[in-house]
């Protein structure tokens, strides 16, 4: 990809890669994702991060095309994540007299990476410092655990320009023609969703800012309607349900059990609910999972007994839940279990470590396969649930 004005002197030379299986080698990228980077041509030179080692010598032709001739003052390291920031040291080296500018904590990750002295070539910044480029001047601002502890944004003031990092980032290449938001918040919830709080505070420094643009590390410059996207990213990290719905998430053994959660969302749409949403844990994708279980204000959880326990897929499912911060939803129980139903219990034991978790009186405790009085069960928790 060759580079694309954003403006004028700003230049995105960022790259695609559809190759990619895995993305932080855990989460399916069907559509690929995008590395970006940019470049702002002024009287100083500054280069906003660099790209994944997959894709240097695109990003490094990028670059140069970019420059014309023209050597880098300034590195920018937004995030120290090496699908950011793999390049510092090439860079540094083509460019003897560059700056690498990045905060306190950004310069012991450099060291741990790499085998490169930055000691004289070091700018350390804090929050609200600022660099003058000549028309345009970056100012920095501290994003610690967005998702990393040294993550910073920067604001262009000519330009009103939000460099975001990872934030309003997304999966799926920049030329894969797909909703942002579905992609966006299946990124959010799965890489950055343990730290609400922390993106509530960049929220708030961001409210100060005259934006025009946001420009993120993954997926498209974000031009139009920003309130769009930032009342997304606000919704998200405050924890509220986006949508009135529910969530059936099951793991089924031998089919049972998939045949009380398919019973479960036809009871609850015959009884006024808005969308109920289904997914298989031991084969659906487990981010999609965890991306409808925050999508929706409620949640229904059913699973096979399993050696004393649960099925191991609904544990990973909760798992991962938990360590996201999941909270402020409403949860029905359905277990399963041929001797000894235990199921329920499994997942209550979990479920009450998590904040302002409501879950329903009634558990549909199924003994094998789904009968008569297990629909009446049924019934009720559905009734219960929407309330």
């Not at 944004?153 to 894969?176: C, H, N, P, R, W």
């Not at 000894?340 to 199924?366: D, G, R, W, Y």
């Amino acid at each position: 990809m060759k580079d694309i004005k954003i403006t004028d002197k700003i230049l995105y030379i960022g790259a695609d890669d559809r190759d990619l299986d895995l993305f932080e080698s855990q989460y399916i990228i069907p559509n690929g994702v995008s590395y970006n980077s940019y470049v702002i041509l002024d009287e100083k030179v500054a280069v906003m991060d660099t790209v994944d080692a997959r894709r240097r010598e695109e990003w490094l032709t990028n670059l140069e095309e970019a420059l014309a001739g023209r050597t880098v003052d300034y590195l920018v390291v937004s995030h120290m994540e090496p699908d950011h920031a793999a390049n510092i040291q090439i860079l540094a080296e083509k460019y003897p007299e560059m700056k690498v500018v990045g905060n306190a904590k950004t310069f012991p990750m450099i060291s741990q990476f790499f085998d490169i002295d930055l000691s004289n070539r070091s700018m350390v910044v804090k929050e609200g410092d600022t660099l003058n480029l000549g028309e345009h001047e970056l100012t920095f601002v501290m994003a610690p655990m967005v998702h990393w502890p040294e993550v910073m944004v920067s604001y262009e003031k000519t330009e009103k320009i939000l460099f975001s990092a990872d934030g309003f980032g997304k999966f799926g290449a920049l030329d894969a023609e797909e909703d942002w938001a579905c992609e966006a918040r299946r990124y959010y919830f799965n890489i950055v969703g343990k730290y609400g709080a922390q993106v509530q505070a960049l929220l708030k420094k961001a409210a100060a800012l005259d934006i025009a643009m946001i420009c993120p590390l993954h997926g498209p410059i974000l031009k139009e309607n920003l309130e769009y996207y930032i009342g997304k990213y606000d919704i998200w990290s405050s924890y509220r349900p986006e949508d009135d719905g529910v969530l059936v998430a099951y793991a089924s053994i031998h089919g049972n059990t998939k045949q009380a959660a398919l019973k479960m969302k036809e009871i609850l749409e015959a009884k006024g609910a808005k969308k109920v949403a289904v997914t298989d844990l031991s084969r659906d994708d487990m981010a999609e999972a965890v991306e409808d279980a925050f999508r929706y204000d409620k949640m229904i959880l059913a699973a096979a007994t399993y050696d004393g326990g649960v099925f191991p897929c609904m544990e990973d499912f909760l798992h991962h839940l938990k360590s996201k911060n999941f909270q402020k939803r409403r949860i029905g129980l359905i277990e399963n279990g041929t001797w000894a139903p235990t199921a329920a219990k499994s997942m209550k034991s979990v479920l009450e470590q998590m904040k302002e978790i409501s879950i329903c009186e009634q558990v549909v405790s199924i003994k094998s396969a789904v009968k008569e009085h297990d629909i009446a069960a049924m019934e009720t928790l559905a009734e219960e649930l929407l309330g």
